[in-house]
């Protein structure tokens, strides 16, 4: 809720896949498993459709880096969080949990895995 003429931001954390090798087989996991992540995926909402979103002449994106750190039980939780992920008892989901450990054991440091991203604010005032 607004009031008129106030403004609103819209905040998107995108996972910066080419940052490493890490985040690239997190990703190769989610296009394998989670067979919905192709259509929730964030990134299918265009320039347009935020731009129409805000009054005329308002939008203005600002953008930073940031970073998080998770042990396997935050890696774990991370991924069930996402609506697109399958949950228990679906055929997907222990083999998608087996390959996650794999892939936290592979990459993990000191029993860490870092995921890297990018900030993308837009903020304006509501049409």
Known sequence: MTRPDGWIVLIWNRRQIESSAFQQAYERILRTY???????????????????????GTCRLAAFDNWQEFDFEGLRGRLLSSSYTPTEGRPEHAPMMADLRKTFGKHQTQGKVRFDYKAVIYYGQLR
Not at 36 to 47: I, K, L, T
């Open 34 to 56: 989670a067979k919905d992540y192709g259509s929730a995926n964030h990134r299918n909402v265009g320039e347009d459709v935020i731009n129409d979103f805000f009054k005329p």
